[in-house]
Structure formats: C-alpha cells, structure tokens
C-alpha cells in the first residue's frame, strides 16, 4: 500500500505511471496521428468538430420539430 501523496512506490522507486503518456497515441482515420499536429491544427481540429456536431444537432431538432410538431 502507497499513501496517495506519493508519486514513487517506495520500495522500488519506480514513479507511478512511468512511460504512459510517452507511449499513447491518437490516431484518426482522416487525420493521422493528433500528437505530431500543432497546438493550432489540433485547436482547429477541435473547432471543426464541435461545429459539425452542433449542426449535426440542429438538422435533428429541425426535422425532429416538423416530424413531432
């Protein structure tokens, strides 16, 4: 049992975690690899999402409202 406030197993001192984030990737079919891509191409990723899936969600209320309306 480690104390939570730790960030090392003290018997072997081996840091919790370790080599986790340097081995995950994130890999679209479209896009590629999201972790090679800047700051701003991942900002613009995110932005052109979020646009998509709100008219995504606008075209459904649309229909929806003059199908149950």
């Not at 840091?15 to 081995?23: E, M, Q, S």
């Not at 994130?26 to 999201?34: A, I, Q, S, T």
């Amino acid at each position: 049992m480690v104390p939570i406030e730790l960030d090392l197993c003290n018997e072997c001192g081996t840091p919790f975690l370790a080599g986790v984030a340097d081995g995950a990737t994130v890999r679209l079919p479209v896009v590629g690899e999201v972790k090679s891509m800047s700051k701003s191409q991942r900002l613009m990723m995110g932005i052109m999402v979020a646009v998509a899936l709100m008219a995504l969600i606008v075209m459904v209320a649309f229909i929806g409202g003059h199908i149950f309306g």
